[in-house]
């Protein structure tokens, strides 16, 4: 798990100025050892909701946005006393507890107990391998699992989770990276003219949700951008194994997309069906918005495998291609130099001319004592030759390829 | 995006004219670049509403048709308060604003707050990138996305959003493009026989859908024309990898047509469940009848695929087949020749007949010194090859292919 | 669409007569002409309800079946107007209006009126595409669409539409050809021993439907006959691609065959579900037979392309033995007979066995010198193939092709 | 359709004694033939409820079961009225009225009136090529069909029909066999001490079900014993067509097999969801343990299908690996004596030592004049194969095949 | 079924230590024999809830733990009736009792009698092959089927069944085997300080259920190391059919796996569909956990038969790529040295130089007598070869592999 993208404005361009190393990149592999990594990592037997800290997780840092219509604080606290503090003093306000690193169990259980976050939940948190979802519990609030995917310069899919809590006047938003991608929000929170400085805290839930399914399309944007600069390899070079392993990588990569992007879809549709008091309508308008988005991702997902799909047949017939182009070249040179061997080699024979008795055996090769032989036999090579060229030449061998 | 078929009254001849450059056209990629055009493009990270011209789009042209049983009054407005002026002037008159081209920011947002758009929907109208869909709004209006196809010369699918907003007594259109394919609509207004006056804005709605539905077919009749057109290539000349990426760009066409396609039977089936106030019964008949035709082109698309699929199979095949040819060319002179190059080399052998004392040694080679040595060498030479062209027949590799 | 089979009693054996040209009839393809056929004829931008005739559409013949339980009538009518007039006067009885060609605009619109169809209804009637479905119109009337197949001497799936309408005490059926598959349905109302005069028109209907959808069996054994030719032409001929091209001309058969059965299925499902005032339960007992047998239908055609894909295997692996076994040859010839001619070529050379001082070089070539040089050699060569051939038969090279 | 197997105790060691003749047994196709005979047979056009008598039918042979808890009586009877006489007799007791062979029309109408048979039923009962299926009459009483399986000598699946009929006081079971599957519940019967003695005839109906079931178990374990062996043989024997045929004929014994299954499965799940009045909550427990056990069969299927479509990868992979090796033969061998060849050719050149003036041209071939020049050929020569053989030892086609 | 996996803490080390024999290990076989065998030992014909002991299975030892919030009570019982006592005279706590091997068939029967377990329920615990599977009986009682995981060293998915009754207060559990992974659960009930010892049966079921389904994830890390492993040699070594075979047997594995993991996820989805007095909300939490996990585990398997289908492809491509490699070798070779012998063979020809009448004829062969014919000769020779080595160059073929 790698740091993610910085938050950029211009996000499509980071994988653009990737492109160059495309095919000299290390082959990180063509099976998916981010499904085995996890499966490794799964505790097996604990307690339910056993909290348990990832290996190379990060040290916690705890940030703190508190807003309504007309106030708007942020603010890095390093103690979490404080923290807490200033968020009992303003229970007027709308909080967003953004938690960033795991790394110290203790203020996970603290977190937990603070704001009601139901154990198996936190596990799920801190596990960081769960997909999208959405949970109801304590009737009316949500725990929501988010991925953000990131296209690597090692052309994998590196995806973080995002996990969200709310409550009747905050979000508890975690991750295990200090950079992600919901600066846009953030900015939109500071902005102070948007309608999210307005709503409950399941608008800014949606808004978190929504720019985390808005970076699926500079991930698939990056992988279509390969895609394209393989099928150029392919028309204009030779197929090759590496070109191969690429493919097979890049199909990879569109499959594991799809196993990201599909729950969330899931994810959304089940929103979609949550009672009133759980999610307004007047929120569902705009995770209907996302619903259109997720399913756009999955068309475009869809779409990329199929072309995968076709590069492959592509290759493969290319590599049949090139046997052909090898056996043509060995068949026109046997073929037309095997029979004139046959046939020097019958003028290289020892008959004798002499019978034993000293008389001429005109049968006995008598073309070796033709004063025209040799240029005679040189023009039945160049007839031969001849006729061999324009055979092939009617077959289409010596110009197609 | 380029400009769209012309509204003229035979379409299917267009594609018709544009076979013969098939194979001779630019290859435009067997991926899908628009897909990932699409992706490329969409905004990250914005506020959910925020609308934003796409770089391209055109500068906006204002169609105004009002009309009633018995009236009819059809102007191109370049002035937007004329147009809004005569529209609330006649306030019992049924409209269709025709907006074509959104290179306005300022009148789309006019128009938004006019016609009571919803702002998500006015972005999805500017993305231009919607698949089909329906939203209701504001009890009973519907917002409703259509995709329009044209199979271009570079034999690709092209594709440009009609967007439709209805209200009680008009239906706006959105399209990026100043030709179009609603012609015979307008012309079915101007006559004035038809029910199409008589009957609600969601009636105009459907016959807009409807047509944009009928322009699916010369698309597909141009794909399958290309279709037989690469049949008959692949039975005629011989497979070369121009002609596979042919097959290969043809597939991803078809696969493009079914992810417009599909949406859009989706879209026409979640009308149908929609209540009467929004969409009443007797014009859902006539849906009903869109929902018959959207069926029938998926079932196109699906009997093309298979086709593809099959003209795939063939090729594969005919490359290994010509192969075969090769090798047999081939296998055929080299065993004809190698062994007469064996029999002749062996009487090119320098085994002496006279022994170093003087005497003859008569197990040496005899055969040179008969008489008859050479012509029945060359007889032996003549069955040989008889025998192997007879093998060779009986095996077939003579005569079929 | 060519003159359907003649109604003859067994309709099976038509098939079966014409298996004989089947690798030399020509080939019509291996893409679905009929589909790119019927999207090209596809009007486009029509008001819905405009009824046109298809070109090539017969001048239409009228039947009328008029019965009950104790009476019989049958009469070609030359002119509407007596049947209109025959059919005014007998409401108590059940009439079956059979309607055979389309090609009289005026008479369309006349039974459209008369009989109170929907133009939409007879839209589809006349454009002769519709896909198997159902609707209920005017509360308890159906307007039903089969697909009767036959199976053509092209080896061809051809397809005709038949159109139902009931009413209270009629059926109007159309079709656009003069021969058709209903006549052991007009067999049983002649008889007159049968139910089928004692029920009511929805079981006429029921009749009419059940007819076609028996008909499909007999298309299906030609298919399955074919397939088993195919078959035995694939064991006991060699592969080529006219064989190939048969293999995937009936693939296509098989699909288009599934494309018109499975809405068939889906059509039955749907009367079924149907209230008791539109369909009685006495004759979904009738319908649910029907069912049966469309699924068995749809069983058949998954069998068959389960087989066909089993054939495309079996000559794929054909192709590639066939390579093999060329390849074979050649090796067994070059492997063993270039030793030789290298052998040979050995005892060719001219190494001089004087040295220039007149002595004798005793290492140069001294076998040639030997009085058993030659014989020993003929030995040493007959030693090698004998070893060649010894290593080839334990690889089986020799035996098993 | 064979004779079924005898109602053995050991079912599974049949098909294990017939493991021997699989490669050598004659190749009964690998199309589904029998769909085909199927579909050959349908009756065309009939009037529903139409009895035909089968070609090949077997006369009936009644056979009848009489029990209660108490009481248990069999018997064959060769007259129906003495057989209907004990029936009417005895209407405290329960009946199992087992027919088997159907040609006589006469008797089966009378089956059909005494015993209130829908004619569409009994129509599926002497068609005998019904799926399984489960429909209700006469409110509560039963129709059901089973399919059972036979793996035959011939590596084929035989499928017979049994339909069985409940009443409120006995069963029908029909079959087309004289041996059956039936004795375990027959000795049940017998035996007196279960359950099914004091059940209702619905229970009978479930336990007749559940044998057939139960017997697609050894059909299916003959299936997996014979991948097996065809497994052997593809890792210890040599490709070819037979084996090939083998393994494509096994997928279609396991299609085929799927086909029978499935039915099967959504009849019990049919049969589950049917109301109490007609099969009481504690038989559908019963029922519930057969829905598992078609589940599992199921399974099987899917698991059979996965391992042959792996062999089939695996037949293929070894048919290109010999092909590999045969260029393998032929490229060392060629790629060791053509050189070598052209070395020894080089030396059978005639250039003359002597210049015309009669001296020594030392330029023209000197090597032929040395006293070394032979030995030092010899050696090159070796030298030449000698480094060959490390080339082609080092890329391992010496040693791996 | 070998002994599984005993209950180590780490269970991911084991696989690991077993990667290195991975290619070594004896073949086990790509077709899935123990479904085969689970067929051959189906009992066919029983009546329903017939008790047989499997061949093979092992004596019954019976373990007894009694707990409470405040009680804690473990032990091993030789005696049955000691054990009946205690659970007698204890009905305040809660038991759970773990029968480990079966082998006593009076004992099961008593089992079966005393804790009220279903007859069908007792034949499904003794069969040892049912899926996961739940089944509720008297009302509020569930039988819970899981099947134990566990990857051998012989590359095998070994799977047991863990059959779970519960009742108001008990377990009992089901398992032929001593050694299982339940050892985690025993642990936590030991420790007292969990949930677990205050909370009713279906918790402790709930909590077997679930460190079932956690030991798939070790399961499914040891074929992801095995599926990388099979990655590495691929890259590195050549291909070769033990390697195929060993691809194919992960995937049979991997499909297997599949048919574990399905069911599991069914039977947790109906366990949350089951009504509040069966099993409460607040249990319900933790089985939708488990159904997480589930589907996680799905995932998971999805994505290696993703990259095992990619290893296919890449095995495929490089068996190709080898044969190009043998045939450019040969092709090299050939074209070289084929034209060479043909010029070598020309000057061996025995052309005369003299005519019959002594003159000299200066038209045969002169080049023979030129002083600078045989260094020329070699010039030209060495021509030939740069040319075709630089041609070869150009190609690719000489780099490139």
Same mark, same amino acid.
């Given at each position: 798990?790698?740091?993610?993208?910085?938050?950029?404005?211009?996000?499509?361009?980071?994988? &653009?100025?990737?492109?160059?190393?495309?095919?000299? &990149?290390?082959?990180?592999?063509?099976?998916?050892?981010?499904?085995?990594?996890?499966?490794?990592?799964?505790?097996?037997?604990?307690?339910?909701?056993?909290?348990?800290?990832?290996?190379?997780?990060?040290?916690?840092?705890?940030?703190?946005?508190?807003?309504?219509?007309?106030?708007?604080?942020?603010?890095?606290?390093?103690?979490?006393?404080?923290?807490?503090?200033?968020?009992?003093?303003?229970?007027?306000?709308?909080?967003?507890?953004?938690?960033?690193?795991?790394?110290?169990?203790?203020?996970?259980?603290?977190?937990?107990?603070?704001?009601?976050?139901?154990?198996?939940?936190?596990?799920?948190?801190?596990?960081?391998?769960?997909?999208?979802?959405?949970?109801?519990?304590?009737?009316?609030?949500?725990?929501?699992?988010?991925?953000?995917?990131?296209?690597?310069?090692?052309?994998?899919?590196?995806?973080?989770?995002?996990?969200?809590?709310?409550?009747?006047?905050?979000?508890?938003?975690?991750?295990?990276?200090?950079?992600?991608?919901?600066?846009?929000?953030?900015?939109?929170?500071?902005?102070?003219?948007?309608?999210?400085?307005?709503?409950?805290?399941?608008?800014? &839930?949606?808004?978190?949700?929504?720019?985390?399914?808005?970076?699926?399309?500079?991930?698939?944007?990056?992988?279509?951008?390969?895609?394209?600069?393989?099928?150029?390899?392919? #028309?204009?070079?030779?197929?090759?194994?590496?070109?191969?392993?690429?493919?097979?990588?890049?199909?990879?990569?569109?499959?594991?997309?799809?196993?990201?992007?599909?729950?969330?879809?899931?994810?959304?549709?089940?929103?979609?069906?949550?009672?009133?008091?759980?999610?307004?309508?007047?929120?569902?308008?705009?995770?209907?918005?996302?619903?259109?988005? &997720?399913?756009?991702?999955?068309?475009?997902?869809?779409?990329?495998?199929?072309?995968?799909?076709?590069?492959?047949?592509?290759?493969?017939?290319?590599?049949?291609?090139?046997?052909?182009?090898?056996?043509?070249?060995?068949?026109?040179?046997?073929?037309? #130099?095997?029979?004139?061997?046959?046939?020097?080699?019958?003028?290289?024979?020892?008959?004798?001319?002499?019978?034993?008795?000293?008389?001429?055996?005109?049968?006995?090769?008598?073309?070796?004592?033709?004063?025209?032989?040799?240029?005679?036999?040189?023009?039945?090579?160049?007839?031969?030759?001849?006729?061999?060229?324009?055979?092939?030449?009617?077959?289409?061998?010596?110009?197609?390829?």
């Amino acid at each position: 798990m790698t740091t993610a993208s910085s938050p950029s404005p211009e996000p499509t361009t980071a994988p &653009a100025a990737e492109q160059e190393p495309l095919v000299e &990149a290390p082959l990180t592999g063509i099976s998916d050892r981010a499904a085995t990594q996890q499966a490794r990592e799964q505790q097996v037997g604990q307690r339910p909701g056993t909290l348990t800290i990832r290996e190379g997780s990060l040290p916690p840092r705890l940030f703190l946005i508190s807003y309504s219509a007309h106030f708007f604080a942020e603010q890095e606290y390093h103690s979490y006393e404080e923290l807490w503090a200033y968020y009992q003093a303003h229970p007027d306000l709308k909080h967003w507890l953004d938690v960033r690193g795991y790394n110290n169990l203790a203020l996970m259980q603290r977190l937990m107990q603070d704001f009601g976050i139901h154990p198996l939940h936190m596990e799920d948190v801190l596990g960081d391998y769960q997909r999208a979802k959405v949970d109801v519990f304590d009737d009316n609030r949500l725990f929501l699992v988010s991925r953000m995917t990131d296209f690597t310069a090692q052309l994998e899919i590196d995806d973080d989770q995002l996990s969200l809590v709310t409550g009747s006047n905050f979000v508890v938003s975690f991750q295990d990276d200090y950079d992600d991608c919901l600066d846009s929000v953030r900015n939109r929170l500071r902005s102070g003219f948007t309608m999210i400085r307005h709503k409950s805290p399941i608008y800014l &839930a949606y808004a978190l949700t929504d720019v985390v399914l808005d970076h699926y399309y500079p991930t698939m944007a990056a992988i279509g951008d390969y895609i394209e600069i393989l099928e150029d390899r392919i #028309f204009n070079g030779r197929p090759n194994r590496r070109l191969l392993s690429r493919i097979l990588q890049m199909k990879k990569d569109i499959v594991r997309f799809r196993r990201l992007v599909y729950p969330e879809r899931e994810k959304i549709a089940e929103i979609l069906r949550l009672p009133e008091n759980v999610v307004p309508e007047e929120t569902k308008v705009f995770f209907k918005d996302c619903y259109d988005h &997720a399913i756009q991702a999955m068309d475009l997902a869809e779409s990329y495998r199929e072309s995968i799909s076709s590069l492959m047949d592509l290759y493969l017939s290319d590599q049949s291609n090139r046997m052909n182009e090898v056996m043509k070249v060995l068949t026109i040179i046997s073929s037309i #130099f095997i029979p004139l061997s046959f046939v020097v080699g019958l003028y290289g024979m020892n008959f004798q001319r002499e019978n034993p008795d000293g008389t001429i055996n005109h049968l006995n090769m008598p073309e070796l004592y033709e004063p025209w032989g040799y240029p005679a036999l040189l023009g039945l090579l160049a007839l031969i030759v001849a006729g061999q060229l324009i055979y092939f030449y009617r077959k289409g061998w010596l110009t197609n390829r």
